[in-house]
């Protein structure tokens, strides 16, 4: 079990996903996204070594879990666990609150909006 | 008008309120503190420089006014803004999915999680 910093609700899953990178592959998850050729397309050119590791991190934290669609070489799909698909209502609200009060923020599209 | 690095509102939010000290800060003024000395008392044991700091961060972001409550010396009240307080759906989601998935993080009082 991993052991974090403070019992604060808001700190703690601040230390989970409060990195840029975690929540640009969180988003990609949620919209389908689910291999490394996949979330290195998106347009913000994560690289490998970034993704490796967030990716590990997520694994550790519950968020994600890893399965093998491929022997030799492996190669592994990745799935948000219930644990983090629960965070979609906060993504949501960022997405909500930014589009309502930072002017030129993109609009997600409907179906990552729908409750 | 502050420029953000990306027109991502999840990465917006981020940029604006992704910080552990300002997150801090957002909540107690969301369950009423409004001054320094308030803001001091906090068991995270806030120091002033990083007090001010982050006040004038969010002030500058458009998130809190401050308004003089004394003169001589100069003392200031920090109210939030109609667009800080509508942060407070997206700090009850992060409690709702600590308090759901992370074991041991604290439970915020009813009246913060009340809608």
Redesign the interface.
């Known amino acids: 079990?991993t052991i974090?910093r403070?019992?604060?609700?808001?700190?703690?899953?601040?230390d989970?996903v409060?990195d840029?990178w975690t929540?640009?592959i969180l988003?990609d998850l949620l919209t389908g996204k689910s291999r490394y050729s996949q979330f290195l397309t998106s347009p913000?050119r994560i690289t490998t070594n970034v993704l490796a590791d967030r990716l590990e991190k997520m694994e550790a934290a519950?968020l994600v879990a890893r399965s093998p669609y491929q022997q030799r070489p492996i190669r592994n799909d990745y799935r948000l666990t219930e644990?983090g698909r629960?965070?979609h209502?906060?993504?949501r609200?960022?997405?909500r609150?930014?589009?309502?009060?930072?002017?030129?923020?993109?609009?997600?599209p409907e179906s990552f909006m729908r409750e």
């Not at 609150?97 to 997600?108: E, R, V």
């Open positions: 079990m974090y403070s019992p604060c609700p808001i700190a703690t899953t601040l989970i409060g840029r929540l640009v988003r913000e519950g644990m629960a965070l209502p906060m993504l609200d960022m997405c609150w930014a589009n309502q009060h930072i002017p030129g923020t993109w609009t997600p």
